[in-house]
């Protein structure tokens, strides 16, 4: 098993930054995939980010390019670094882990381990 917990989260502006972070713990020897996602109130969850733990490939979501950073520790910890942070962008953000198979086209039902989320809220 694998235990994973978000902090960082909060109320910001437009255009100000966070960063999130994830502390794994448990069984991570076989994890190999890292994800970011969120869900806002009454949408469904998307992947915003993930990051492979073998070779550090990385996939952003079209909306977050060039604003969100992923990285990895080698505790594979993960974090998300977000700059020019937009209303858009408030959701409930999730930490997960996978076990084998594709990182890159990884999507949300195959992940096998979750974290409980951190809201991020971001005020115009």
């Known amino acids: 098993q694998v235990q994973l917990k978000e902090s960082g989260g909060g109320s910001v502006q437009a255009g100000g930054s966070l960063r999130l972070s994830c502390a794994a713990s448990?069984?991570?020897?076989?994890?190999?995939?890292m994800g970011w996602f969120r869900q806002a109130p009454g949408k469904e969850r998307e992947k915003v980010a993930s990051?492979?733990?073998?070779?550090?490939?990385t996939y952003y979501a079209d909306s977050v390019k060039g604003r969100f950073t992923i990285s990895l520790d080698n505790a594979k910890n993960t974090y998300l670094q977000m700059h020019s942070l937009e209303p858009e962008d408030t959701a409930m953000y999730y930490c997960?882990?996978?076990?084998?198979?594709?990182?890159?086209?990884?999507?949300?039902?195959?992940?096998?381990?979750w974290g409980q989320g951190t809201q991020v809220t971001v005020s115009s």
């Open positions: 997960a882990a996978a076990n084998g198979g594709s990182c890159y086209y990884r999507s949300a039902s195959s992940f096998d381990y």
């Open positions: 990051i492979s733990t073998r070779g550090g490939s």
């Open positions: 448990g069984y991570t020897y076989s994890v190999n995939c």
